[in-house]
Antibody, heavy 121, light 106 residues
């Protein structure tokens, strides 16, 4: 059973860089899956941030694309999120997850527990 | 981006009730529609994928339907443990987008 765990600073200063890592256990990150980040501001809905394949191919939400980088570390079996130039609007619980799917469907099947990141001075 | 609109935003029902939540896409997404259940302080949990396929381990009182732009999530007999927020999500194309959520209370 795949398990994911987010880690990183819980407090980031405005204009700084948010950095989170998702450790993957119970499976290899080089399996045929996409690895995703989704965020949820307090009391609000879910927003997809982006995804990465183990080859390094990425897709980002256009609303964040200029500030986001997602990378993968196959040797450590984890993947990471960096969000630059953060503001209070980036305060959210950040979830990492693994996509699951078949020939004609795709969903977010495995989720980490989430990491609350607050942007504040 | 494909916009996903859920209704209602909140819903109060009684144990044993049949409950239906709807989700509308701003363009056709075929059957690339998933439903998630989220309890307070927890990550979302996949309930239904491909519009109508029940994820393993999910009780059979949950069902999904629809295709194209209009979709439904139905709970046939509401149980106390179903109190949660329900989210629809399209996986037709990136950026993947979610509905605003429906908060279900008893």
């Amino acid at each position: 059973q795949v398990q994911l765990q987010e880690s990183g600073p819980g407090l980031v200063k405005p204009s700084g860089t948010l950095s989170l890592t998702c450790a993957v256990s119970g499976g290899s990150i080089i399996n045929d899956n996409w690895w995703n980040w989704v965020r949820q501001p307090p009391g609000k809905g879910l927003e997809w941030v982006g995804e990465i394949y183990h080859s390094g191919s990425t897709n980002y939400n256009p609303s964040l694309k200029s500030r986001v980088t997602i990378s993968v570390d196959k040797s450590k079996n984890n993947f990471s999120l960096k969000l630059r130039s953060v503001t209070a609007a980036d305060t959210a619980v950040y979830y990492c997850m693994r996509g699951v799917g078949g020939s004609d469907w795709y969903a977010f099947g495995y989720w980490g527990q989430g990491a609350l990141v607050t942007v504040s001075s | 981006d494909i916009q996903m609109t859920q209704s209602p935003s909140s819903l109060s029902a009684s144990v044993g009730d049949r409950v239906t939540i709807t989700c509308r896409a701003s363009q056709s997404i075929s059957s690339y529609l998933n439903w998630y259940q989220q309890k307070p302080g927890k990550p979302p949990k996949l309930l239904i994928y491909a519009a109508s396929s029940l994820q393993s381990g999910v009780p059979s009182r949950f069902s999904g339907g629809g295709s194209g732009t209009d979709f439904t999530l139905t709970i046939s007999s509401l149980q106390p443990e179903d109190v949660a927020t329900y989210h629809c999500q399209q996986s037709y194309g990136t950026p993947y987008t979610f509905g605003q959520g429906t908060k279900l209370e008893i």
